[in-house]
């Protein structure tokens, strides 16, 4: 399989995974043609997406879906919920695009399978999703408050996981946020803190996770070195050593990261 996350971050998220025969994308957070240019840097083709993987409704996962699904007669997979709560800001969706899954039962997009797990975070019922071609399997979590016992179970033994790591507790805290706005990040339903994405890090790459990728960042309250450092610091603590036993790398903002090979 093959991955890359063209946008990742509070502005706007979209990852790409593919296994060569099946391309999907999971969310699209930014305008239609932001994420066709972000497809041509790394040579791949919209029209040959089989679907789009819905993770929630906000506006930072869903604001091309719609577009991007007429233009490309692309299917849309989203859970009942969310796409009750999404239908309004997507505009019309072609009735043989709309593709509803359920947590309880693994679904395909062409040769992909994908289980659905839940999150944590203050959505109609935002999700996360393992991927398998048969032999490799990668793990998206990402707009989660806290880690469930479901997210660690779905992502133990993928081979790359996709991890929230959006703030820094002390730069959120000293931050020019208001009060309310900063208990919504660090409560149950907010998202992950740069320490706890690094303890679940490890107990990932105990488990088998030889490639993580730190998604999600605020550009309020955090930046990717202090991102890096803090899970690279309680990964080596514990011995792992970094790209000898783990690959460990940061999801770009506003271009296309490094492609990743499995």
């Known amino acids: 399989m093959k991955f890359c996350s063209l946008y990742s971050g509070s502005s706007g ?3 790409f995974v593919s296994n060569n025969s099946t391309k999907i994308l999971i969310d699209a ?5 932001r994420i066709q240019s972000a ?12 679907g789009i993987m819905v993770t929630h409704e906000h506006s930072d996962h869903i604001h ?7 233009r490309f007669d692309l299917p849309v997979y989203a859970n009942e919920k969310t796409w009750e709560a999404m239908m309004k800001d997507l505009g019309k969706i072609a009735e043989h695009n709309v593709k509803i899954f359920d947590f309880e039962k693994p679904f395909h997009i062409q040769d992909l ?3 659905a797990f839940k999150t944590s975070h203050d959505a109609a019922d935002s999700a996360g999703f393992v991927i398998s071609d048969g032999k490799n399997r990668l793990g998206i979590a990402t707009d989660s408050g806290i880690i469930t016992t479901e997210m660690r179970s779905a992502l133990c033994g993928c081979d790359l996981v996709v991890l929230e ?5 002390s730069m959120l805290e000293a931050g020019s946020y208001p009060f309310y706005l900063k208990q919504r990040i660090k409560s149950d339903f907010g998202h992950l803190s740069n320490e706890t994405a690094g303890d679940l890090a ?16 605020s550009q309020e309250n955090n930046y990717p070195l202090l991102a890096y450092e803090t899970t690279a610091r309680i990964l080596t603590g514990a011995g792992v050593v970094l790209d000898g036993d783990v690959k460990l790398c940061v999801a770009k903002r506003s271009s296309a990261s490094e492609t990743i090979n499995l």
């Open 13 to 15: 998220n979209s990852l």
């Open 29 to 33: 957070g930014l305008s239609g043609k």
């Open 39 to 50: 497809m041509d840097a790394i040579a791949e083709d919209p029209r040959e997406i089989g």
């Open 64 to 70: 091309g879906v719609g577009v991007l699904s007429r």
């Open 113 to 115: 399978q994908i289980e």
């Open 165 to 169: 790591s959006n703030h820094d507790v």
């Open 202 to 217: 490890l107990a990932l790459v105990k488990e088998g996770t030889r490639q993580l990728v730190l998604a999600h960042l």
